[in-house]
């Protein structure tokens, strides 16, 4: 199937009710314990709940304003979990010995 | 180099059925009525059911690292408390059968080792020789896999609460080091400080910190959801 950039119409990163249910998730009591649990803090959720709003919006007006918001929100998501310095180099391929054999894997080869 | 000293240096010796080049054969009695036999069924029922399994399969697979249950799993005795390990050398999960026998621990294990699969097959990890490589995969492996849980450390007696989690992978990748590697124990929490917060911050293939497993069936979600999330950007 042909995928040119542009071609395909664009939709929200996440389908309106994923938005949804992360909010929900986030709220939740056992989501709030784990977050003090590991960062000492209450989680902010509110951004999920904006997200599922824009969402709702482009789907009903197809508006930029919605569009934009919606890019930029997860666009800050996805910064936020890249949001370190790597201690080794990432691959360019796996690993050449995964797939070998067994019996035939010779000692300390690498 | 001398086997038995390469043995010791690499925490070989925790895994005594692990001689380089042998392979071992197991009788259809072993294989029917042993430990072994229920290590295999809770580890089959680990790779279909868990969705942080399911997740890390995925994402070896994606990664060119299928997993095959009877080529990259081997349920073998072992010594001590250890549950499992990460034979790099062989590309093989091992799974402790004499050391685990609940369901919910052949989960948390499985997982465990799976994110250091996962690591192997992802980047350049030098497990040997480069301390700061190892802490960071045992930094990884101890705050995505639930071994630190609220309820886990419980059970351990070990009760805390505010930023306890932090607390609890600083200390088991801190073991799990000490465990298979002949260094000081001040040496390696310095390793294991000077790696922390970017590792700790090193959420993938989850994407979140997988607290619960409807964190995990979200994250799982999310991976299957992938292509359409960066396409609109």
């Not at chain 2, 005795?77 to 052949?106: K, Y």
């Not at chain 2, 992978?169 to 590697?181: E, N």
Request: net charge positive; hydrophobic share 30%.
């Amino acid at each position: 199937m042909d995928r040119a950039v542009g071609e395909i119409a664009w939709r929200p990163p996440r389908a309106c009710e994923d938005y949804w249910s992360e909010f929900r998730h986030c709220k939740s009591l056992k989501n709030c314990f784990h977050h003090y649990y590991t960062y000492g803090t209450v989680p902010s959720c509110q951004q999920w709940k904006e997200d599922y709003h824009n969402c709702r919006e482009w789907e009903k007006h197809r508006g930029t304003e919605a569009k934009e918001a919606l890019r930029r929100s997860e666009k800050i998501r996805v910064a936020e979990q890249r949001n370190f310095i790597p201690v080794w180099q990432l691959r360019q391929e796996p690993p050449r010995d995964w797939h070998v054999p067994l019996n035939q894997e010779k000692p300390q080869d690498s | 180099m001398d086997q038995t000293k390469q043995e010791e240096e690499y925490g070989y010796d925790l895994f005594p059925e692990r001689k380089p080049g042998e392979h071992k054969k197991t009788s259809i009695a072993e294989s029917l009525f042993t430990f072994n036999h229920k290590c295999q069924v809770m580890l089959q029922f680990a790779v279909e059911t868990s969705p942080y399994a399911k997740l890390l399969l995925s994402a070896m697979k994606s990664s060119g690292c299928k997993v095959f249950k009877d080529r990259h799993f081997s349920c073998e005795d072992c010594d001590g408390t250890v549950s499992g390990g990460f034979d790099a050398a062989s590309s093989q999960i091992v799974l402790c059968q004499n050391n685990i026998h609940q369901q919910s621990h052949m989960n948390r294990v499985v997982t465990h080792e799976l994110i250091h699969a996962f690591d192997h097959c992802r980047a350049h990890v030098d497990w040997f020789n480069n301390f700061r490589h190892l802490a960071c995969s045992e930094i990884r492996a101890a705050n995505l896999s639930g071994d630190c849980s609220f309820t886990n450390e419980v059970a351990r007696f070990n009760f805390g609460l505010k930023r306890h989690h932090q607390e609890c992978v600083r200390g088991r990748a801190l073991r799990s080091i000490l465990a298979v590697r002949k260094i000081s124990r001040a040496e390696a929490e310095k390793i294991v400080d000077e790696v922390f917060d970017s590792c700790f911050n090193d959420h993938a293939p989850f994407g979140r910190i997988p607290h619960s497993k409807r964190d995990a069936k979200f994250a799982y979600r999310d991976y299957m959801n992938r292509d359409r999330y960066y396409a609109n950007l």
